[in-house]
């Protein structure tokens, strides 16, 4: 066993295959490579966006109140940061939060079923 086997964690969490955002903005829909697809609406991404401006880094305790996030906020854009997660421009201009697929995956639900 080499050193990079005790560096990374013993089990790979699930990636995603596909991000596909919807076309109003409205939400984020992912397809996993265990085959689960699930979605994310662009509130509760905004909601949970786990920047230091969001989060503070020493109490890990929320800087802001979730619930003044606008209904109505929609995702203009997603960039793909590494391999590892994206950060999503939202349209109150915040775009700043790296979400880790980890996180993704614990703030999306299961996608229903066309």
């Not at 990079?4 to 397809?31: E, M, Q």
């Not at 909601?47 to 401006?53: N, R």
């Not at 590892?84 to 229903?112: K, M, N």
């Amino acid at each position: 066993m080499g050193l990079w086997d005790h560096v990374k964690p013993s089990t790979r969490p699930s990636t995603p295959v596909a991000i596909h955002r919807a076309s109003d903005g409205s939400g984020l829909k992912f397809t996993w490579d265990d085959g689960q697809e699930t979605t994310a609406s662009a509130r509760v991404l905004r909601q949970t966006c786990p920047c230091a401006g969001c989060v503070d880094e020493w109490t890990r305790q929320r800087t802001f109140d979730p619930e003044t996030v606008p209904q109505d906020i929609r995702i203009t854009d997603v960039v793909t940061v590494g391999n590892y997660a994206l950060t999503p421009t939202f349209s109150d201009g915040h775009q700043s939060g790296i979400f880790r697929w980890e996180t993704l995956r614990a703030a999306s639900t299961p996608a229903p079923r066309a």
